[in-house]
């Protein structure tokens, strides 16, 4: 099974593994799972960090440190396509947050779900959102 992590998943994932839930615990560790994520992920993480939402406690650049989790946990960041960008904007007006709606077009174009505590996302058509 493919599943496109949001960003807090993918944060979670990297940093304090108690805030998944048993069910995206038990996706990410099934070894028939490929895990993927949006390179809007990382545009939205350094965003976090810039306001002071998120602090990582890393002596490496964003960058390096990002690069190196998604090595240790076996994750490929899909790059934002033009078939993905143009999924992205003809979604429906449910969810204002851009990146979320990039990380749903993802998910639509690889035929993954989604490992996400959002609410919203599951409001989508056809959006299979796991948590």
Same mark, same amino acid.
């Given at each position: 099974?493919?599943?496109?992590?949001?960003?807090?998943?993918?944060?979670?994932?990297?940093?304090?593994?108690?805030?998944?839930?048993?069910?995206?615990?038990?996706? +990410? #560790?099934?070894?028939?799972?490929? *895990?993927?994520?949006?390179?809007?992920?990382? !545009?939205?993480?350094?965003? =976090?960090?810039?306001?002071?939402?998120?602090?990582?406690?890393?002596?490496?650049?964003?960058?390096?440190?990002?690069?190196?989790?998604?090595?240790?946990?076996?994750?490929?960041?899909?790059?934002?396509?033009?078939? +993905? #960008?143009?999924?992205?904007?003809? *979604?429906?007006?449910?969810?204002?947050?851009? !990146?979320?709606?990039?990380? =749903?077009?993802?998910?639509?174009?690889?035929?993954?779900?989604?490992?996400?505590?959002?609410?919203?996302?599951?409001?989508?058509?056809?959006?299979?959102?796991?948590?």
């Amino acid at each position: 099974m493919r599943y496109v992590l949001d960003t807090c998943t993918f944060l979670w994932l990297a940093c304090d593994q108690t805030k998944l839930s048993a069910a995206a615990a038990s996706a +990410i #560790a099934d070894v028939g799972s490929t *895990l993927h994520i949006s390179v809007i992920s990382l !545009a939205e993480t350094h965003r =976090l960090i810039r306001k002071g939402k998120i602090s990582l406690q890393s002596a490496v650049p964003l960058d390096v440190w990002f690069q190196g989790e998604l090595l240790q946990h076996q994750v490929e960041c899909e790059p934002i396509t033009l078939e +993905i #960008a143009h999924e992205a904007e003809g *979604l429906p007006a449910i969810h204002n947050d851009p !990146a979320d709606r990039f990380i =749903l077009a993802t998910a639509r174009i690889l035929g993954a779900k989604i490992l996400s505590p959002d609410t919203t996302m599951p409001k989508y058509p056809n959006a299979d959102v796991v948590w």
